[in-house]
């Protein structure tokens, strides 16, 4: 699984490095609960504009991993503004781990336009040098090239084979 190479490589690189997951426009939370089932992760997590969703995934979240409140969470924010990403350099804080320590990987399942995708990923560099962006039926890929990002992984299947199963993966690293 690629996924595995990835977090072998990000591991092998710095050993103290840790990975954190964040779904933008998480949803209902199911791909917050399968990031964490791969146990890859430090942290897993998302970020949701309707806080009844939000608060559907926290009831879910600590039925399922009632143990697990530091490393899963949930955020009630919008992408265009910073407070979701304090609120995770905050969690992050509190448990001893420098933003400088941590590769952000981000799930992105195409919901916003170029626009918004741009503005989320200036937030997200404010904090964070190094990233892995998943970008599900990628309409905008051409705003994380703009922004230095580099496509490594893409799914094989044709153009017109069902949007939500094309995928491509970015990664950027800012030296330290």
Same mark, same amino acid.
């Given at each position: 699984?690629?996924?595995?190479?990835?977090?072998?490589?990000?591991?092998?690189?710095?050993?103290?490095?840790?990975?954190?997951?964040?779904?933008?426009?998480?949803?209902?939370?199911?791909?917050?609960?399968?990031?964490?089932?791969?146990?890859?992760?430090?942290?897993?997590?998302?970020?949701?504009?309707?806080?009844?969703?939000?608060?559907? %995934?926290? #009831?879910?979240? =600590?039925?399922?991993?009632?143990?697990?409140? @530091?490393? +899963?969470?949930?955020?009630?924010?919008?992408?265009?503004?910073?407070?979701?990403?304090?609120?995770?350099?905050?969690?992050?804080?509190?448990?001893?781990?420098?933003?400088?320590?941590?590769?952000?990987?981000?799930?992105?399942?195409?919901?916003?336009?170029?626009?918004?995708?741009?503005?989320?990923?200036?937030? %997200?560099? #404010?904090?964070? =040098?190094?990233?892995?962006?998943?970008?599900? @039926?990628? +309409?905008?890929?051409?705003?994380?090239?703009?922004?230095?990002?580099?496509?490594?992984?893409?799914?094989?299947?044709?153009?017109?084979?069902?949007?939500?199963?094309?995928?491509?993966?970015?990664?950027?690293?800012?030296?330290?």
């Amino acid at each position: 699984m690629s996924l595995d190479y990835f977090a072998s490589a990000i591991r092998y690189t710095n050993f103290h490095r840790k990975i954190v997951f964040v779904d933008l426009g998480c949803g209902s939370g199911k791909t917050i609960i399968q990031a964490h089932e791969t146990n890859l992760f430090d942290f897993c997590g998302g970020v949701e504009i309707d806080l009844g969703l939000k608060n559907l %995934v926290d #009831k879910n979240l =600590s039925k399922l991993f009632p143990d697990e409140h @530091n490393r +899963i969470f949930t955020i009630h924010g919008n992408v265009e503004e910073e407070g979701w990403l304090l609120e995770i350099k905050g969690l992050l804080i509190k448990n001893g781990i420098s933003p400088s320590m941590v590769t952000i990987f981000i799930f992105n399942k195409n919901s916003y336009a170029a626009s918004v995708l741009d503005k989320s990923l200036k937030i %997200v560099e #404010k904090t964070f =040098s190094s990233f892995i962006y998943l970008y599900q @039926n990628p +309409i905008h890929h051409k705003v994380l090239l703009e922004n230095n990002y580099q496509c490594f992984l893409e799914d094989s299947k044709p153009n017109n084979f069902h949007k939500n199963y094309k995928y491509k993966c970015y990664l950027k690293h800012k030296s330290d």
